[in-house]
């Protein structure tokens, strides 16, 4: 299954192992669990250290593969091929249980490991999701270094019957203990702060009595990580506050237009960001959400769980999301049918009838996407013409399983209380309501600034809600600085957003310097 390069790299990687490991492979008659013993049999005798041991099973989850040091029983699954995204995860549960070092925050593990209650995990993915690994890997840690922790990645297409029973329609999902958990991306310290009840308490103490910084970025995406990045290379006492780092492009599949870099993904990207960041002498706080911006002597940024911040100056970078249809049924069906990614949910979708609201780029790469899994899908664009690139517009006329509706105004999401069933669209030409019989509904209508916490501020918004700059990035409020997709740049792009975030960052040092002299 591994090609010679794929060896020749673990080979590399293997060297780090210093304690006997096994994989032990539960299989039945079928192809997959075929495949999964070969890539474990493949793998184990690129090292000495690891032994492969395989059994065949009738009554339980196969194929199932499970890691752990020698002697150890097992506390680490994957129920299914661990390829694709989660190659990764599959290598480094392997090089951790061999005793490779956890790259982790040591207070995080220190709290994960102080969890006393047994804690079983299942997190159903699919393989083609860019958010399912970090889900993944922050539970393999946390089994790792919490002996009461089991936790089993199950990849949701091959257990459909699974995920048909627990009506899983989008991934990441987690399981605890059987009951649901969570949905989408979270990290080992989003997990283990839901599991510690009083953690919230703690760090919100812990935080307001951190020194006032003289620039505290909030938002830690491409424009948060540039204007950090400018602030500190100027020897200024820096900070980021984050609910993640990496913000909408951890959600971003392809990137193919960061000039220098002819290909890479959001994911790749997020971290190469962060890693830079932390090159410098920056204090990133995360993860954590802002709620409030007031001004006394210093500005005091209050955080959703109570702390308090100070500083100087602030550069608001916090980006944008989704922007939602709004119509009854899209909230009560999220994640049951209602989707915002068609990498990581499209594969639970396989042979069944999708539609795809929006017409421009984003719609209609969903909806090729989408076509090569799908039964069909239906696209539905609010206006006459279609937005998207000629490029794409000429790929999705050559493929027979999609059908473009224009004037179409999605007026409901329809569903059976478990799950959707269908949606209603007004015709804007006709008036006439028609119902489309659908499994999945894809919504890719452009972004929303998050920018809500700053309403009753002397920062001034757009009527969308962006946040004003001038050519420095300066807002209308004196020391509050912008950049990226939260304010009103007509382009919303990963370059120009570190463009504008290097901007305010050495606007905000001008700033500071002329506030010194005065």
């Keep these: 299954m591994l090609d010679s390069n794929v060896k020749q790299q673990l080979d590399t990687y293997f060297q780090n192992i210093t304690n006997p490991i096994e994989i032990t492979v539960s299989i039945n008659d079928s192809a997959k669990a075929k495949e999964l013993a070969e890539l474990a049999q493949e793998v184990s005798v690129i090292s000495d250290k690891i032994?492969?041991?395989?059994?065949?099973?009738?009554?339980?989850?196969?194929?199932?593969?499970?890691?752990?040091?020698?002697?150890?029983?097992?506390?680490?699954?994957?129920?299914g091929i661990p390829m694709g995204h989660e190659f990764t995860s599959f290598v480094l549960a392997i090089l951790q249980a061999g005793g490779y070092p956890i790259k982790e925050d040591e207070a995080v593990i220190e709290q994960a490991r102080a969890l006393a209650q047994p804690l079983n995990f299942e997190v159903y993915a699919s393989l083609s999701c860019q958010n399912c690994p970090t889900v993944v890997q922050a539970l393999n840690v946390l089994a790792r270094v919490n002996p009461q922790v089991t936790t089993t990645m199950i990849d949701g297409a091959l257990f459909k019957e699974e995920v048909e029973r627990r009506n899983i329609l989008a991934v990441p999902t987690i399981y605890l203990n059987g009951e649901e958990f969570g949905q989408g991306r979270m990290t080992l310290a989003e997990i283990v702060n839901k599991l510690d009840s009083g953690a919230s308490a703690k760090q919100a103490e812990l935080l307001s009595q951190k020194d006032p910084y003289e620039v505290l970025i909030v938002g830690g995406g491409p424009a948060g990580a540039a204007a950090a990045i400018y602030s500190a290379r100027k020897g200024i006492?820096?900070?980021?506050?984050?609910?993640?780092?990496?913000?909408?492009v951890l959600d971003t599949n392809a990137i193919e237009n960061f000039i220098s870099v002819a290909a890479t993904d959001g994911p790749k990207l997020a971290a190469s960001l962060e890693e830079h960041v932390l090159d410098y002498d920056v204090d990133i706080i995360k993860?954590?959400?802002?709620?409030?911006?007031?001004?006394?002597k210093l500005f005091e940024l209050e955080l959703e769980n109570g702390a308090q911040l100070k500083s100087k100056v602030v550069i608001?970078?916090?980006?944008?999301?989704?922007?939602?249809?709004?119509?009854?049924?899209?909230?009560?069906?999220?994640?049951?049918?209602?989707?915002?990614?068609?990498?990581?949910?499209?594969?639970?979708?396989?042979?069944?009838?999708?539609?795809v609201i929006g017409g421009g780029n984003s719609g209609i790469e969903a909806a090729i996407d989408l076509a090569g899994i799908v039964e069909h899908v239906t696209v539905l664009e609010y206006s006459n013409t279609l937005r998207a690139d000629e490029v794409l517009l000429k790929k999705v006329q050559s493929m027979p399983n999609i059908d473009v509706l224009t004037e179409a105004a999605t007026t409901e999401v329809l569903g059976d209380g478990q799950r959707v069933i269908g949606l209603t669209y007004t015709n804007r030409v006709t008036g006439e309501a028609v119902q489309l019989n659908v499994a999945g509904i894809f919504v890719q209508i452009g972004l929303v600034p998050n920018s809500e916490w700053l309403e009753g501020t002397m920062v001034e918004l757009t009527s969308r809600g962006e946040v004003i700059v001038d050519t420095k990035g300066q807002t209308s409020m004196p020391g509050v600085f912008a950049a990226g997709d939260v304010t009103n740049s007509p382009y919303k792009q990963i370059i120009i957003s570190m463009g504008l975030g290097a901007t305010a960052s050495l606007g905000a040092f001008d700033y500071l310097i002329r506030s010194s002299v005065e």
């Design 51 to 79: 032994s492969c041991q395989i059994h065949h099973v009738r009554d339980s989850r196969a194929p199932l593969m499970q890691i752990a040091p020698k002697g150890e029983t097992p506390r680490i699954g994957f129920a």
């Design 237 to 248: 006492r820096t900070a980021v506050v984050a609910e993640r780092f990496g913000g909408q």
């Design 287 to 296: 993860p954590q959400r802002v709620a409030k911006l007031a001004k006394n």
């Design 316 to 355: 608001i970078a916090t980006g944008a999301r989704w922007r939602e249809i709004n119509v009854p049924g899209e909230r009560e069906y999220r994640g049951k049918g209602v989707a915002y990614c068609p990498h990581c949910d499209g594969p639970l979708f396989k042979g069944k009838r999708v539609a």
